[in-house]
């Protein structure tokens, strides 16, 4: 699908970045300068604009506030030494969020608008762009449905809209993490390989219940038995077990991260042997018991890599090995900084320059 749309900017009279030392915010909350929309009606893509960033006019009556037509994408942007800004695996945020779209029947954005949004506000924002070790702008693409009706039906209007914030660590220390085996992320035939709204909503609450018992995370289960493990929070899972890394397979209830694919190529490309299949929670207890669960962790845009340090099961805790005796995933977690700040060979061109 090709749609060129004249992106119109109005620039801000006052940039907010001296406001901030943007190498050290909390994240998520404070925005940078612009915002790109892009609004549909009458069955195609009509406008796009850059503004300051602002509050959206809407009415109490909005669809995506009562049904949850409402997706989202999370990518990162990073600063290398000589101050250029590049994107990290952009093309795949586009397809993730194409792919939520169909499901949730709503309008594709086109590849030109999506990546030319994003490269106008950079252009715009570069400012706001961590330059630290850890630091990044984190993107949040986002589809909302804008019908003015109560009925519930797929909205005919929708806005596309780019937001951006300077980020740090998502997680400052490793986690601990309890699996669910009541409440539930995802159903076969649902929406959990999608990232739409609900998905988070429906979260919370089983997140409290494990943040109350002393947990940073759950790890959620399938639906059916309880007994595989699927993800955490909103990380996908991996273990390495002996020398086997292991995680969930795809299914339609786990999201396709952009980590986990790229922790899993860094795997293979380094030799390692990979499994992607059903995990039982058994599985990993009888691992610990015998000693060979050398590794947890977490992987996602927002926390990167989070290392877990022990797992909670049917109100047992199980401590897993020391973050200073692992090997595999600082590992990982260097290499990827070190491509993403333009320092190591970028051999499956992950990188796209800002133009
Ligand atoms: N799983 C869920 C539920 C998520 O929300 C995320 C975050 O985007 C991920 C996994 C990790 O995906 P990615 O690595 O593409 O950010
Ligand atoms: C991400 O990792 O980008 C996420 O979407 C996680 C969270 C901030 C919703």
Redesign the pocket.
Known sequence: MVTTLDISIEKTTKSRVGEYDVNDVPF?KCFSDHMFVAEYADGKWQQAYIKPYQDIPMSYAMSALHYGQAIFE?MKAYKNEKGEVSLFRPDANFRRLNKSAIRMAMPEVPEDIFMNGIFELLRLDSAWVPSSETGSLYIRPFLIATDEAIGVKASETYKFIIITCPAGKYYTEPIKVLVETNYIRAVKGGIGFV?AAGN?GRSLYPTKLAQQKGYQQVIWTDSETHQYVEESG?MNLMFVIGDTVVTPGLSDTILSGITRDSVLTLARDWGLRVEERKISIFEIIEAHEKGILKEAFGC????TIAQIVGIGYNGKDYPLPSVESRKFSPKVDETLRNIRKGREKDQHQWMVKVP
């Open positions: 998520g999370g990232k988070y909103t996602g845009t927002a926390a």
